[in-house]
């Protein structure tokens, strides 16, 4: 069975890729477990000092896996477990105590923005998209993205992302310094290798000024991000929406 997450050293630096490629690495419980394992891993191995967040194929990653959250709501459930630990994956990711920087590509949308707003630095590279899109089928964000997102691009900015589910070129996002580059694809991987290794080789301090950039307000915000999505999750027709978006793309 191959590994829904892939790990690669060099050097110093810890490369996670994720590998759903033919759902543009939706995250699903398999894929958000791997990762939270990877990433602990990589957090205790005394020969790693930043760690990269990459994905196979066509996109970084293109949200939740809709077909699981259509299942769920098929069969009367709902996805907050799951959702959960999702959540409390992207607050360990975010609260590391090693720099973690997202290289993306394609599509990073929804779940794949509220994963890349949980790290240290993002490169991308051209061609990329972003944008929260979870109103575009219906739903709220789960982890993340309404308590991390304002603080990253400004508040005005993420409204626009959220309340219109729009979805905007990378080279949008520089200027907030949310996205740190943005690169051509023969140049992409020598830049995310040389952002990931203006963390490494220096003194200790890294886990102790995360700390103190750590937010306190963050935990309960998420917690209430939650609440909302569970209250959203049972007044909405879920399951007619999410079918309404998978046949409106098998037609097309």
């Known amino acids: 069975m191959t590994s ?4 690669e050293q060099t050097g110093t630096v810890r490369r996670l890729r994720l590998n759903r490629p033919e759902s ?6 398999d894929l958000i477990r791997a990762l939270d394992g990877a990433v602990a891993d990589a957090m205790h191995d005394p020969d790693t000092e930043a760690v990269v967040i990459s994905g196979n194929g066509p996109s970084f990653c293109a949200g939740a896996d809709l077909r699981h959250l259509l299942e769920l709501a ?3 459930g709902d996805p907050l477990a799951f959702l959960g630990l999702v959540s409390e994956c992207f607050t360990r990711l975010e609260t590391a105590p090693k720099p973690v920087i997202a290289a993306v590509h394609g599509h990073v949308v929804a779940g794949g923005l509220e994963l890349a707003l949980a790290c240290d630095a993002v490169v991308a590279r051209e061609g990329t998209v972003i944008g929260d899109g979870h109103i575009r089928n219906g739903l709220l ?5 309404s308590v991390r997102l304002p603080r990253k691009v400004g508040e005005p900015l993420a409204r626009r992302l959220m309340l219109t589910g729009e979805l905007l070129p990378a080279e949008q996002f520089v ?3 949310f996205v ?3 690169t051509g694809a023969e140049e992409f991987e020598a830049t995310v290798t040389s952002v990931a290794r203006s963390f490494t080789q220096l003194p200790p301090g890294h886990a102790r000024l995360k700390q103190l950039l750590a937010d306190p307000n963050v935990p309960e915000a998420l917690l209430r ?3 909302v999505f ?3 999750w049972r007044e909405q027709d879920i399951a007619a929406k999410l079918t309404r978006f998978f046949d409106q793309r098998a037609v097309r």
Not at 4 to 7: E, F, G, H
Not at 141 to 145: F, M, Q, V, Y
């Open 4 to 7: 829904a997450v892939l790990t």
């Open 24 to 29: 543009r690495n939706s995250i699903n419980p």
């Open 74 to 76: 098929r069969t009367g």
């Open 141 to 145: 964000p789960g982890a993340g993205s």
């Open 175 to 177: 200027p907030s310094g």
């Open 180 to 182: 740190q580059a943005v």
């Open 225 to 227: 991000e939650l609440d």
């Open 230 to 232: 569970a209250e959203h």
